[in-house]
């Protein structure tokens, strides 16, 4: 009766466990695409960028939404055209205030999951001043963190937003 007991409390504790951290091989994972993504950005790859996304996912979501509704392919065709005209504007205003310009070093600081999202963090030191990110307050960051988030159930990542960077540091 003991030994059912104690499996009984070490699978639910396990289970609790699973749900509620991110496993060794999920974090690598998302390391490493979140760091591709970064490079994506630094380089003014978009085609890589897009690619780091999984825009397979996106386009499974707009699926979804164009089922229910009587004219399916227009729809389908309208979500998936929207969804990657804001990606691509996200990552344009991204380059344009040069989040991540080709001086700049980065890293990955932290990872968490936040409801149904992984979130992870980025670090970025600019290395000039005239080369650093500007926010739209006009604070120009010597260090700053983005947070890149994952969409566990959807399975893919949100569109970069530059609004929310978090200064560490600045240039006065």
Not at 85 to 100: D, P, Q, S, V, W
Not at 141 to 147: I, L, N, Q, R
Not at 150 to 159: R, T, W
């Amino acid at each position: 009766m003991s030994k059912l007991l104690i499996l009984a409390i070490f699978l639910l504790l396990s289970g609790v466990a699973c749900n509620g951290e991110i496993n060794r091989q999920e974090r690598e994972n998302m390391e490493k695409t979140v760091l591709k993504m970064a490079k994506a950005i630094q380089t003014n790859n978009i085609e890589e960028y897009l690619k780091t996304l999984n825009m397979e996912a996106l386009k499974s979501s707009c699926k979804e939404v164009s089922q229910a509704k009587t004219e399916e392919q227009h729809i389908y065709e309208e979500c998936v055209s929207e969804k990657e005209r804001n990606i691509r504007g996200k990552f344009t205003i991204a380059t344009e205030k040069k989040l991540i310009p080709g001086s700049a070093g980065f890293e990955i600081t932290g990872m968490n999951l936040e409801r149904n999202y992984i979130s992870t963090r980025v670090k970025i030191s600019y290395a000039a001043k005239n080369d650093a990110f500007r926010t739209d307050e006009g604070r120009i960051c010597k260090e700053a963190v983005v947070k890149i988030h994952y969409n566990k159930s959807e399975k893919f990542f949100l569109p970069l937003e530059t609004a929310s960077v978090t200064v560490l540091s600045e240039y006065k």
